[in-house]
T-cell receptor, first 113, second 114 residues
Framework: KNEVEQSPQNLTAQEGEFITINCSYS?????LHWLQQHPGGGIVSLFM???GKKKHGRLIATINIQEKHSSLHITASHPRDSAVYIC???????????????FGKGTHLIIQP | DVKVTQSSRYLVKRTGEKVFLECVQD?????MFWYRQDPGLGLRLIYF???????EKGDIPEGYSVSREKKERFSLILESASTNQTSMYLC?????????????FGNGTRLTVT
C-alpha cells in the first residue's frame, strides 16, 4: 500500500511569509493531487500533476518523481490561505485505495494577520 | 464551474435510524464517490460508481449502501445508523478523461448519530 506522509502536520505563520508544505509517498505514482479544505468542510482541487511544476496565482506545486516527493508553496501568504491542505496520490500499480487514491492526513495551516 | 451539491450541511440522527445522504452534480460526470473524513485518519473511500446503476465497494463499505439511479445523483444510505458513523461525509465527482481527472467535492455533510 502506498504510504503518503505530509509535513508539517500543523503550521502557524505570519501574513506575508513564504509557506512550504511537503508530501512524500512510497510507491510510484501516475499523478498527485493537492487539495484545500476550508473550515466548514468543502474541498477544492488545487493542482493535479505528474511531473515538473504548476503555478496558479500565489500557489506553486512541484513534484520530483525520482525522490517521490512533492511540495506546495504559497507566496505572500494571507489569512484567507488558512485551511487544511491535503495531498493525494494515484499509485501506478496496486497500492492505493479501491479508487486507486491514497490520501495524506493533511497539513493544518494558520496564517496570522 | 462544476457544482457538487450535498443536500444537508449538518444532520443529527438517532441510533438505528435509516439515513439518506444525497449528492447531485451538474457536469454530467460519470464518476462519483462517497468519502468519510475523521480526525487523524484522513479521507477514506466508502463507495464509488463509474456509471448509472453501477457501484463498487470502497475501502470501508460496511454499514453503508449506495444508489445511483440517475447519472447526476449518488445517494449514500446508512441502513441502521450507529454512533461510530458520526463523521464528515464528502461526495465527489470526476470526468472519465483518464484516471487522473480532478476531483470535484461537495461541501460535506457533518452527521452526528446519538
Amino acid at each position: 500500500k502506498n504510504e503518503v506522509e505530509q509535513s508539517p502536520q500543523n503550521l502557524t505563520a505570519q501574513e506575508g511569509e513564504f509557506i512550504t508544505i511537503n508530501c512524500s509517498y512510497s510507491v510510484g505514482i501516475s499523478a498527485l493531487h493537492w487539495l484545500q479544505q476550508h473550515p466548514g468542510g468543502g474541498i477544492v482541487s488545487l493542482f493535479m500533476l505528474s511531473s515538473g511544476k504548476k503555478k496558479h496565482g500565489r500557489l506553486i506545486a512541484t513534484i520530483n518523481i525520482q525522490e517521490k516527493h512533492s511540495s506546495l508553496h504559497i507566496t505572500a501568504s494571507h489569512p484567507r490561505d488558512s485551511a487544511v491542505y491535503i495531498c493525494a496520490v494515484r499509485s501506478m500499480y496496486s497500492g492505493g485505495g479501491a479508487d486507486g487514491l491514497t490520501f495524506g492526513k493533511g497539513t493544518h495551516l494558520i496564517i496570522q494577520p | 464551474d462544476v457544482k457538487v451539491t450535498q443536500s444537508s450541511r449538518y444532520l443529527v440522527k438517532r441510533t438505528g435510524e435509516k439515513v439518506f445522504l444525497e449528492c447531485v452534480q451538474d457536469m454530467d460526470h460519470e464518476n462519483m464517490f462517497w468519502y468519510r473524513q475523521d480526525p487523524g485518519l484522513g479521507l477514506r473511500l466508502i463507495y464509488f460508481s463509474y456509471d448509472v446503476k453501477m457501484k463498487e465497494k470502497g475501502d470501508i463499505p460496511e454499514g453503508y449502501s449506495v444508489s445511483r439511479e440517475k447519472k447526476e445523483r449518488f445517494s449514500l444510505i446508512l441502513e441502521s445508523a450507529s454512533t461510530n458513523q458520526t463523521s464528515m461525509y464528502l461526495c465527489a465527482s470526476s470526468s472519465p478523461l483518464g484516471l487522473d481527472s480532478p476531483l470535484h467535492f461537495g461541501n460535506g455533510t457533518r452527521l452526528t448519530v446519538t
